[in-house]
């Protein structure tokens, strides 16, 4: 087996700061000339991506999130005004700025764009140096706001989640699944014998440990919107919206293998590695009990597991009755 030792990239995995080389901007317009003359304009300072059918961006988006999206006004199916007023409806595009490129530009078609969200309106025909600055200084802006937001919100050890975002961001989620009668799945891990192992080994491999553990979990998680917090110490708290008891049981395991799976050696552990446990419950569609609550009732799971032998799964499709 093997042994994890200090800091590697750590700090560099945590604090790597996003450029504007790194960005992706969708352009999205029926004409292809216009498609090629703005994406060639782009392409030496940003990735680019285009899409000459509105009515696919919101699926695109959902697989791969732009930085920025540029819409044409006039295309068929749905306009522009419309499609920017889905997207900043939408869970996955509601952040992401949008630019408006038209050859309109009347003052009553500039007041719709910007009450429909965009954050800027380029004129055709398109002078390079001024799309080039304007999408620089979105993009700028986005890349600051980026930031300021993971620093809030992540773990400065393990770049997973942390309390703040636990308790601002999953209630709001909750609400919103309980509106569409969805499920939300919640699991609560413990890394086994981990104070025998700080005590073994010493707290900047305890950290190192850490670290590679949260990126194992983290690796597990099948959807985009799916989370994963540092709940404390060596406990982390994994969100599975729109889930069901045998996906969320499925995912645990995957999680609970694939840490044993590291081999990082765990003299204090009687199995001799790093193992976890877990535990979870599943919100039902109705009547959904607040977070607080769900937490409570994964850990009582993550007990059990603990309990029953460690280095395992236990959950509420296990079981008749949910724990009270």
Partial sequence: MTQTTGYTTLEASVYA?????DCTVLVVDDERSSCLVVTTIL????????????????GFCEQLPPDLIILDINMPGINGIELCQQLK??????????????GEGNAETQNMCWQAGASDYVRKPVIASTLVHRVKNILQSKLRLDLLTELTFKDQLTALYNRYYLFTEIPTQLKRLSRERKSLGVIMIDIDYFKGFNDRYGHVVGDKCLFDVAQTLKEQLPGPHDSIVRFGGEEFSVFLPDTTPEKCRNIG???VDAVA?????????????????AGYVISPPSNTPGLE?????????????????????QGSSEQQNRPC
């Fill in 89 to 102: 409806q939408h869970r996955t595009t509601s952040a992401c700025p949008v630019m408006f490129i038209t």
């Fill in 261 to 277: 799976n590291l081999s990082i050696d765990n003299e204090a552990s009687p199995l001799a590695k790093v193992t976890i446990s």
């Fill in 253 to 255: 395991q995957s999680m």
């Fill in 17 to 21: 700061s996003k450029g504007l080389a």
């Fill in 43 to 58: 392409s030496d300072m940003v990735q680019c991506e285009f899409l000459h059918d509105p009515a696919r961006v919101i």
């Fill in 293 to 313: 609550q769900l937490l409570s009732e994964a850990d009582l799971y993550l007990y059990e597991a603990k309990l029953a032998g460690k280095a395992r799964i």
